[in-house]
């Protein structure tokens, strides 16, 4: 019953999104504090389950990093309304996080739920940093729904009498590596390929239209720079677009932990319905050449779910060791 409710409450507030408004050029950095604060104090909660792991300090120091971006946003457009300019002090803040954020998530341990939780941390601090209103909310609504994903998908494989751990906090990354724990395909990974798409496309089209430049606003990326440089500034921004799909990417990896099935074998099944649902052979020229433009767009959906795949093993799976650990991992 509670899984059943926690999934139905996190589709139901994800479902929000898509029916607001495109962010547009009036910022609303209110909601974007509002979305900081709430991360700290979900992560909070988090952090209790994890105050006798050795690693403690460290997520402590990624809570401290949340802080820190909702004040530099705060305090980089109040500076702007005043006509004072970007501080240098918020630049150099804003620059480390965003080339920690890809480092950070490596130093935690590769159990399923630290490294969730610190993969949606160091992410969530840069998202803070490139958001101007509403969409500082939506990695929040993503990420538990991709959580109640997880858990759901945990729960059915208890209900087909498969054998797992029952702790996420138990379960590790490490495991997806083990080929002798693969199992054959059957009918419930099609619905699960199904969900990673269907997650996918929420991701896009979860803040408005992101294909439409008039959705693309300059003021996403004034706690970077102020002096217009379009390079720069559509590297920050695809890089805003991105790190949604990068949260559903490693849910998608948990879940294949969870079902003990090949990430691969997924993908191929993603790729399949992909391209039979938008490829057809049959109909007029105009069909035809619709058609051949939905082939475009299956085989560069195909490379993007690709390197996607990629970056989410490299973040759950890699590890990068700097102290020494107690043999006591799980809580």
Not at 8 to 27: H, K, N
Not at 43 to 56: I, Q
Not at 198 to 206: D, H, P, S, V, W
Request: with cysteine.
């Amino acid at each position: 019953t509670i899984t059943t409710l926690n999934w139905t409450l996190s589709c139901l507030l994800l479902a929000i999104f898509p029916l607001m408004p495109v962010v547009g050029r009036d910022a609303n950095i209110s909601l974007v504090i509002t979305a900081g604060l709430l991360t700290f104090l979900i992560s909070s909660f988090c952090l209790a389950y994890l105050w006798k792991s050795n690693l403690f300090i460290f997520f402590l120091f990624q809570m401290l990093s949340i802080a820190l971006s909702t004040y530099v946003v705060n305090s980089t457009h109040s500076s702007l309304l005043r006509k004072q300019g970007l501080p240098v002090v918020n630049q150099i803040v804003s620059w480390t996080t965003l080339a920690s954020s890809l480092v950070a998530p490596l130093l935690s341990p590769t159990f399923l739920f630290q490294r969730l939780l610190s993969i949606f941390l160091s992410l969530m601090a840069t998202y803070l940093l490139l958001s101007t209103g509403y969409e500082a909310l939506f990695p929040l609504a993503l990420t538990a729904l991709m959580f109640a994903w997880i858990n759901m998908e945990q729960e059915t494989q208890h209900l087909r009498g498969v054998s797992l751990k029952s702790k996420l906090t138990v379960l590790s990354f490490s495991y997806s590596t083990d080929i002798t724990q693969f199992r054959q395909l059957h009918l419930d990974d099609i619905r699960r390929s199904f969900f990673f798409v269907f997650f996918i496309l929420a991701a896009f089209f979860g803040t408005g239209n992101i294909a439409s430049v008039n959705s693309f606003d300059p003021a996403s990326v004034y706690c970077f720079l102020t002096v217009f440089s379009p390079f720069l500034m559509g590297g920050l921004l695809m890089w805003k677009i991105v790190i949604p799909f990068v949260l559903v990417s490693c849910a998608f990896e948990a879940v294949q932990v969870t079902t003990q099935l090949s990430s691969k074998r997924y993908c191929k099944y993603c790729i399949i319905a992909h391209f039979f649902f938008l490829v057809k052979d049959y109909g007029s020229w105009l069909d035809i050449g619709t058609s051949i433009s939905h082939y475009v767009l299956a085989m560069s959906f195909t490379i993007f779910l690709m390197l996607l795949s990629g970056l989410a093993q490299l973040l759950t799976t890699k590890r990068i060791r700097l102290w020494r650990e107690s043999k006591r991992h799980s809580m």
